[in-house]
């Protein structure tokens, strides 16, 4: 018996509407495409395909074209600390303990990928490059960007902050896979106009 990953157009079709019903499609429709612009009303021109195998029919072949558009989308861009917050302030804003997150992208700097590791203060949590970079090899990401909330609004790093951040870069280093950035997300005041701080751009990579 074929598996279903080699199976025939007319297995493929059987399994939907029958098999004396897909021989009759595929006589009638010579090319996948053809059947793919058959109305509802035409598919139940053929013996055997009542409402429920259109249905089924036409269901199968929306999900192809949809599954096209998907793949064809652009991830979005994440080559900028602002990008990055903009992607994940909305998110960030509602925790009120801090949430340490990987972002992996792929070579072009466009996102894979984010994975919440971790929730409570840095320097009471266990942040270890074995789970940070596990997300990374699973998601075959070429570099990561650490990503965390200060849930008192301001961005600026604590030495626990720098301390993990300079351990993550060692390791990604030896792993070859680059940490890009670290950004902290906080709130905008009158006196803060960005709600985040790169530690990149602060100098604080090496």
Known sequence: METIDYAS??????ALAGEAAA??????????TDLSQASFEELQLVKGIG??????????FLLAKRLSQEKCAESP??????????????????????????????????LIAVQNLS?????????HPREVFAAAITKRASAIILVHNH?????????????ITRDLIRA?????????DHVIIGRQTSERPRD??????AGYFY
């Open 119 to 127: 929730q409570g203060t840095l320097d009471t949590l266990l942040v």
């Open 23 to 32: 021989t009759e499609l595929l006589s009638r429709y010579a090319r996948l």
């Open 151 to 163: 849930p008192s609004g301001d961005p600026t790093p604590s030495e626990a902050d720098i301390r």
């Open 196 to 201: 985040y701080l790169s530690l990149r751009e």
């Open 51 to 60: 409402r429920s195998k259109a249905a089924a029919i036409r269901s199968a």
């Open 77 to 110: 861009l994440l080559d900028t600390p602002e990008r990055v917050a903009d992607l994940l302030r909305e998110e960030n804003r509602q925790y009120t303990v801090e949430h340490f997150q990987v972002v992996c992208v792929n070579t072009r700097r466009r």
């Open 172 to 180: 990604g280093q030896l792993m070859r896979i680059d940490v890009l």
């Open 9 to 14: 157009n007319n297995s493929l079709l059987s």
